[in-house]
């Protein structure tokens, strides 16, 4: 499924966390394996070879701090999340639109398999 909201630009060189909340999908069910896509979005201007290589790592977690509202205190939010560590973008790639896809596959029998994704922006630094 399509998230509207897109995540904020990540600049070039930089290093970020992009995270997908599966809590309400989930229901009962827990993550018994995640995987993290990255995809250069059709109809761009930007070669991209291997988009897949941005994924650095990712993380499985039923807890992750908030900031609530942004720039205040750090809140503990329980649930289930993927999370991509993300990066690796170089300045012939600004511009471009990647699509972040989180997958994960449930304890259910049978498995389910839920896909949440969003777009994010290849931006110069401090732009």
């Known amino acids: 499924m399509r998230i509207d909201t897109p995540f904020d630009p990540i600049e070039v060189g930089e290093i970020d966390y992009f995270c997908f909340d599966f809590t309400y999908d989930l229901g009962a ?7 993290f896509n990255c995809y250069l979005a059709s109809h761009q201007n930007v070669i991209d070879v291997n988009p897949q290589s941005h994924v650095i790592a990712v993380i499985t977690a039923t807890l992750i701090a908030v900031r609530e ?19 690796g973008f170089e300045n012939t790639m600004i ?15 049978p498995a389910r398999v839920l896909k949440l994704n969003a777009t994010v922006q290849c931006v110069g630094i401090n732009e």
């Open 29 to 35: 069910s827990i993550i018994l394996s995640s995987q």
């Open 69 to 87: 509202p942004p720039g205040a205190v750090l809140i503990n939010q329980n649930g289930n999340f993927i999370i991509g560590q993300i990066g």
């Open 95 to 109: 511009g471009g639109t990647y699509i972040l896809e989180a997958t994960a596959t449930t304890n259910d029998s």
